[in-house]
């Protein structure tokens, strides 16, 4: 076993080093070096990280959470998924209620936090204008999501926060050739797909302050989601050990 984890962490370390020097789309680039050199005020004393986020977590996670993108002034500055704004600060505190994350709060990448049984990534690597990437650049990053996922050999749920990165599996589903077609695969809060190969795919509301402060996501209703993701992570971990 220990073995095989330093396998998939040495893999991901690769694939992510690769990602961290990716320059495909100029317009994210560009935009991504100007918010870290011009900064928020609040933030001026931190040197912003600016370059593409590379994924967060447990190499030989059962569960996988797939966000739109970094914030500017969040993970554009942390350099980690979820850590520095206000999705994050929803997000990990669930995380650690749901037993994945060993402290509540993220603040940057030496904070100590650790992830049991997930790992975190995007379908768009680099911070957009406006939180809303153009579409060759969510063609562009497809590949990363692609190689990803191929690595991550325990893997048996995959949580999509909101449409966008709903959207983005669904199109990596038939990349792989796992669907013929997406059309019963709908996004809704709370909806749950079982995949051809055995996997569950989990939908929620992106927890975006736009949904979090207007209450359109709770965190009970979040909270649910990966309660559930743990169920049916342990229910599949249990099912591979009693066929041995």
Known sequence: MQQKSSTAALALAA?????????????????????????????????????????????DASVLIIGLAPGAHGSNRTGRPFTGDGSGNFLYPVLYKAGFASQPNATGRDDGMQLNGLIITSVVRCAPPGNKPALDELSNCAPFLDDEIALLHNLRVIVCLGKIAFDGFTQYLLRAGAIASRSKLQFAHGAEYALPDGR?????????????????????????????????????????????
């Open 15 to 59: 694939l992510n080093s690769r990602i961290v020097a990716c320059e495909k789309c100029e317009r994210l680039r560009t935009y991504c070096a100007q918010v870290a050199t011009a900064k928020r005020r609040a933030y001026l004393d931190w040197n912003y990280w600016g370059r593409p986020v590379p994924s967060f977590g447990d190499p």
């Open 200 to 244: 569950t795919l989990l939908a929620s509301y992106h927890p975006s302050l736009q949904n979090t402060n207007t209450g359109k996501l709770t965190e009970a209703m979040f909270l649910a989601i990966f309660r559930r993701a743990r169920q049916l992570a342990t229910e599949a971990a249990q099912h591979r050990k009693g066929k041995r």
